[in-house]
């Protein structure tokens, strides 16, 4: 029997009570209080307990009303607190919302348990499943695919393992909770401690002058007087490291980004190296080998073998690639440096020197014709405008979680009201690094909910009053992120749980990888890419030269990433036993798991290191990191179909929102693409983007 507190004993004042009356629900920020967080969500969790009680008592056979439907209804204060908790928690961090987070995450991972784990409610599942199975009922397909979704859910979950077992597994998933949330933590002090403080200008020789203002500010923020402060992004490689003269300082900065988590008070070994042992020994406690097998099975590769067979049938073209273009930068380099030898903090500087020599073009010549409004608005929301009939308007009315927030109103293309989407793009110190789409409040006809996202990225903010300019890989990024927060918007579903970007995650990328090609559309590209001064638009002969330059690079970029996705791929293989014990053995673990895959080429290091892999120990990637390759078969095969179909027109976009963007969690997610693509996909395209077609066997 479930028990606890009721939402009736929060506080009148508690925003969190009763639903937001804001449009579309946006949560009210400027009520929403750091003290409201803590009874709200424990409140929510015991309103959800009393409600799943219920429902597994109910006396009357199962129905999909008083079991599938009362299930979607439940915990809506719950859902609504910790939409609200989690995204504030990644983009504007406290030590108090850390407190919160340190403490209830147990109790999360308990909560989901007392659900999953009730036998009860499982027979009422169960008894549906069978119903269906039997031919006894039939359900809209919506429907179906929720009660197998539920079903299988239940049963990963553990509910069929006996009393120990299932008492091991809530100890072991409280942990995991436990542990993901301290890496988190642990990787956020330390990117922030771990900038690189420059006090002699003349190193800075080669950053362009409001990147020196946004270091000067960073600096200033962080309490020097002097000086400037480059902050550092989440992956390895660092932006500054592409532009700046002096090697010994990005030397200094690359040391810095590929150090974290490995000593002082910010250490994440020892944390990720519990956190993989829990995840191995929960993996065999549910009949799985590890890991990546669990995660695999419910995910559209099914197996870790069939991961295994497309990263390892890349790797060996992609490093061929990587060490073809390391001959040619070496050979700047030795121009420079005579008798030096290449290493990572030289790639990304040799690489625009390269790039310059051959193309005449570098970031530095885009950047002034990259300014983040207008690729907004000439960019990323007028490419939905042609595809999808969307417009956008601000609502200066409206306030986001923090003052850097943009609250924009969507319009569908018939003028009606479709949802809200927030744009938070600039870096801080309280905000994670790298960039993601959270929801605040989900699409579903259910509970006649129009959807509410969220865009976060880390741009480095200017001084007040100056533009924010920037490189070619922001601008690729601003596109994929509003790729998944297209999902979310154009979402049309009935059940809420079915919404949206809540698809198995080596598909979840594939919507925001195809909506990178809107980028690099002539007639997009040539919109956005105007002088921030004098609004002259971009050479002509400079895109063409960026068009032409997309496969530059491509050695270096499938390899950083497939060493990630390999390393990834590595830890979440180990059985509990086979796990390290000692953290001095974390580096040794994945220097030997980058040679056994062949992609251990120094001058290209992992995109994320073991010590500061936030996606796979934090962010719910682990052993899924795979995912962005598995989905750009899926998005270099829909690219096809849009150029096969004439690409930018309303007529694709319409059919792809009906077919794919539309359907979020509804359908089986490969019978989406089929039914969008009228086959499986085809793995040629992929190969042709990345320089390996002809290279690659099989």
Not at 182 to 205: K, Q, S, Y
Not at 410 to 423: N, R, T
Request: without cysteine.
């Amino acid at each position: 029997m479930m028990s606890g507190m009721q939402p009736t004993d929060l506080p009148a004042d508690n925003p969190f009570g009763v639903p937001s009356t804001l449009p579309y629900g946006l949560p009210d920020f400027t009520q929403i209080r750091e003290e409201h967080y803590r009874p709200a969500l424990l409140a929510g969790m015991a309103q959800q307990r009393s409600e799943i009680d219920a429902i597994a008592a109910d006396p009357a056979a199962p129905t999909v009303e008083n079991t599938l439907e009362a299930l979607e209804r439940s915990g809506r204060l719950l859902h609504r607190t910790v939409e609200s908790f989690f995204n504030q928690s990644s983009a504007d961090s406290t030590p108090g919302l850390d407190a919160i987070e340190a403490e209830l995450a147990p109790q999360f991972a308990a909560h989901h348990d007392a659900i999953y784990l009730d036998p009860r409610l499982f027979s009422r599942v169960a008894a549906l499943q069978a119903d269906v199975d039997s031919g006894a009922l039939e359900l809209e397909p919506d429907t179906a695919w929720l009660l197998h979704r539920t079903h299988t859910r239940f049963v990963r979950s553990g509910v069929g393992l006996d009393e120990a077992s299932q008492d091991r597994l809530r100890t072991l998933n409280a942990e995991i909770m436990s542990l993901e949330a301290e890496f988190g933590r642990l990787l956020l002090a330390g990117a922030n401690a771990g900038g690189v403080l420059v006090t002699d200008e003349d190193e800075l020789a080669g950053l362009s002058e409001d990147a020196r203002d946004a270091a000067a500010k960073a600096a200033r923020d962080r309490g020097h007087e002097h000086g400037w402060f480059l902050e550092l992004a989440l992956p390895t490689q660092q932006g500054p490291l592409a532009v700046l003269r002096d090697r010994g300082l990005r030397e200094r900065v690359f040391r810095a980004s590929a150090g974290r988590g490995t000593s002082g008070p910010h250490d994440t070994r020892a944390t990720l190296l519990r956190l993989v042992r829990a995840r191995a020994e929960r993996a065999q406690l549910l009949g799985y080998a590890h890991h990546a097998e669990y995660v695999a099975a419910d995910a559209t590769a099914t197996t870790a073998q069939a991961v295994s067979d497309i990263l390892e049938r890349l790797a060996p073209a992609a490093v061929a690639n990587a060490r073809a273009e390391g001959a040619d930068l070496a050979e700047a380099l030795g121009r420079d440096h005579p008798g030096a030898r290449l290493e990572p903090w030289d790639w990304q500087f040799y690489a625009e020197q390269v790039k310059k020599e051959r193309r005449s073009l570098d970031d530095a010549l885009l950047r002034p014709y990259l300014e983040l409004e207008r690729v907004l608005a000439d960019g990323v929301f007028r490419a939905a405008t042609e595809l999808y009939g969307l417009t956008f308007a601000e609502r200066h009315d409206l306030v986001g979680y923090h003052p850097d927030v943009r609250v924009f109103e969507v319009f569908d293309a018939d003028g009606s009201q479709l949802g809200l989407f927030l744009a938070d793009y600039w870096t801080r110190e309280s905000k994670r690094g790298g960039a993601w789409m959270n929801s605040l409040v989900d699409q579903s006809a259910l509970f006649g909910e129009r959807p509410v996202v969220v865009n976060n990225l880390n741009i480095p903010k200017p001084p007040e009053g100056e533009p924010t300019l920037l490189t070619w890989d922001f601008v690729i990024t601003m596109f994929h992120e509003f790729g998944h927060a297209l999902h979310g918007l154009l979402s049309a579903v009935r059940w809420p749980s079915q919404s949206g970007t809540s698809v198995p995650r080596d598909f979840v990328e594939y919507p925001s990888q195809v909506n990178e090609m809107w980028a690099w559309e002539p007639s997009i590209l040539r919109a956005f890419a105007r002088h921030h001064e004098t609004g002259e638009p971009m050479p002509s002969e400079w895109v063409d030269t960026l068009l032409a330059a997309r496969q530059d690079g491509e050695g270096f970029a499938t390899t950083e990433y497939l060493a990630a996705a390999l390393l990834d791929q590595a830890w979440y293989r180990l059985s509990p036993d086979e796990v390290p014990t000692e953290v001095d053995e974390v580096e040794a673990f994945e220097a030997a798991a980058l040679q056994r895959a062949g992609v251990d080429y120094a001058p290209v290091p992992p995109r994320y290191r073991t010590t500061y892999f936030n996606h796979i120990f934090s962010s719910g990637y682990s052993a899924g990191y795979y995912s962005y390759i598995w989905s750009e078969v899926l998005d270099a095969d829909t690219v096809e179909w849009f150029r096969e179909n004439g690409g930018l027109d309303r007529a694709n976009g319409d059919t792809f929102r009906a077919r794919l963007l539309s359907r979020g969690g509804s359908v089986d997610p490969m019978a989406a693409f089929r039914d969008l693509r009228g086959r499986d996909p085809l793995i040629d395209p992929l190969l042709a983007r990345r320089g390996l077609l002809g290279a690659v066997s099989g």
